[in-house]
């Protein structure tokens, strides 16, 4: 039988069994029935020429991945992905909680009940994969990437595919949005879900929820629950892993560029008596984006500030047009409340909202243009890049001094997120990666190399002697520091360019430093069990 009338014949299944789902734990049950029959022992592998041999970012994809095809598709067009009729590739979107052990309970699907719902109403959105394997070595000329759906041999299974107790879930979940607050009564929690603005740093009076850090986060996220935490580093993984094997890139914005050049500030040109709206010059206007979101203030001072958010407060581009008596300006209507503006006043580009994705014509791409620099991209389903750094919850950078005063980092990771902590002699007791980062600069360097520490679910850099278009192409950031600790920052803000992308790591803040452009997103990843157990 062929994928597509497996595919079929599955969903079918799963779609009438869901009518008779009495408790929490059928779903779970079910699509782990599922993915045991879509099961295809394929293996897909992409091989990347080692730096010494050649720069080039780009791969050659082996095994089943040679010949396969991938077009990011737009709101408009929806394009050839061949990922997306293989099992171990198509994503399903779900609702999702933890129990109190930290298990992951699904508790709808999209498509087989009315419950799903993307909007926070029915919990959690996440999208949900069949289990992975995955394998790395290297030869003379090449390292490689391999993954699969089946235990061969020298895969080793994805940590978020184990459970708390250590055995195998059956299949894996990652959140689909940046983490917005979510009202519930008079209290905001962290959520993942579609049209919330992304919990961000600014420090003005509106800004009543947590500011994200590595820090805040962790007492931010228990109040879900102790077993929640901040995005892993196992779903940074994920996602890294999706452009080396779909893509056959470690140049993640050849593929998809992510909303990394888009701050922009323009002054007012004319004002306006309560209106939901700004007039700019028209060569302005048309920069801006139909669904992006702006601030507008009183002066330009830094994002972080109330002063450049005080009229309007990250309000959705609604659309632009030409005053009829004067072309050279635009009126840009906002989704706003009605204010008196002038022209001593600014508006300044802001992260885009969760959701920006959900109008895109398939798993891959972005709402119009996925290489303009200025739009989110998802990934297998997954939303990401919205403008913002994203801090991992549960990944601490430590800075050490060694012999002949070489500065290098020590890469702690937790895998309990109930002993989520800032206190070093707790931190010093996690799994620490095999792989070190070097230097303390204090300016942006192109990373060449990357260490993969696949029991941690991370990738680390271990050299960096790239440009913006030869090795990974991400900028690496470390301050001049020669002690104490760092919280690790993922993809790139506004403004990053070329420093941005999947393996981007801005690593010069504390563990308690928030700001505008510091996101991240909640994770149902922040416990599992010891791998052993599962092998």
């Given amino acids: 039988m062929d994928f597509g009338n497996r595919l079929t014949t599955c969903e079918r299944y799963l779609a009438e069994v869901s009518q008779s789902i009495d408790s929490q734990n059928s779903y779970n049950t079910y699509l782990t029935k599922l993915f045991a029959v879509l099961k295809r022992g394929k293996v897909y592998t992409t091989k990347f020429p080692r730096y010494a041999v050649s720069k080039s970012p780009t791969g050659i994809k082996c095994d089943d991945n040679e010949g396969m095809v991938i077009v990011p598709s737009t709101n408009v067009s929806k394009n050839r992905n061949d990922y997306d009729d293989e099992p171990m590739f198509h994503p399903y979107e779900c609702n999702w909680k933890l129990d109190d052990k930290g298990n992951i309970i699904i508790t709808s699907l999209q498509g087989f009940d009315s419950k799903f719902a993307r909007d926070g109403s029915n919990g959690q959105v996440g999208i949900v994969n069949m289990p992975w394997y995955v394998k790395t070595w290297t030869d003379d ?12 041999d020298g895969y080793k299974l994805l940590g978020e595919c184990i459970m708390p107790d250590g055995s195998e879930q059956g299949f894996m979940v990652h959140s689909k949005y940046a983490m917005g607050a979510y009202k519930i009564g008079d209290e905001y929690y962290p959520y993942s879900a579609s049209g919330l603005k992304p919990q961000s740093g600014e420090n003005i009076a509106k800004n009543t929820t947590v500011r994200p850090s590595y820090s805040s986060l962790i007492s931010y996220c228990h109040k879900l629950g102790s077993s929640y935490c901040a995005e892993t580093s196992n779903d940074l993984f994920f996602i890294q892993l999706q452009f080396m094997i779909k893509y056959a890139t470690i140049n993640s914005q050849s593929a998809m560029k992510g909303c990394t050049d888009y701050y922009i ?20 206007a048309n920069n801006l984006l139909i669904g992006s979101r702006v601030s507008v203030g009183s002066n330009n001072v830094d994002s972080s500030y109330a002063a450049m958010h005080d009229h309007a407060w990250s309000a959705k581009v609604i659309s632009k047009t030409p005053l009829a008596d004067d072309s050279t300006k635009t009126l840009v209507t906002l989704d706003c ?52 750094y994203e801090v991992l919850g549960n990944v601490v950078m430590d800075i050490q001094t060694g012999e002949n005063a070489v500065v290098y980092r020590d890469v702690y990771i937790c895998h309990d997120a109930s002993k989520l902590t800032t206190d070093m002699s707790i931190v010093r007791t996690w799994d620490k990666s095999p792989y070190i980062i070097t230097g ?60 941005a992308g999947a393996w981007l790591l801005s690593g010069f803040y504390g563990l308690g430093r928030a700001d505008w452009h510091i996101l991240s997103r909640l994770s149902p990843n922040g416990m599992y069990g010891n791998r052993k157990a599962s092998s």
Avoid: H
């Fill in 440 to 499: 303390n600069t204090g300016f942006w360097r192109y990373i060449s190399e990357e260490g993969i520490d696949i029991d941690n679910g991370l990738m680390v850099p271990t050299a960096y002697e790239a440009t913006s278009n030869t090795g990974f192409s991400d900028g690496l950031y470390t301050d001049k520091g020669t002690s104490g600790q760092r919280e690790w920052l993922a993809f790139g803000l506004l403004n990053n360019g070329s420093y």
């Fill in 141 to 152: 000329n090449y390292w490689y990437i391999s993954v699969t759906d089946t235990a061969l």
């Fill in 265 to 284: 500030t323009y002054a007012i040109v004319s004002g306006q008596t309560n209106t939901a709206g700004v007039v700019l010059a028209t060569s302005n």
């Fill in 337 to 388: 409340d009605p204010m008196d503006t002038d022209t001593s006043m600014f508006v300044r580009t802001m992260p885009w909202w969760t959701g920006a994705c959900d109008g895109v014509r398939g798993t891959d791409g972005s709402p119009i243009d996925v290489l303009s620099g200025k739009e989110p991209f998802v990934i297998g389903g997954i939303e990401c890049a919205l403008g913002g």
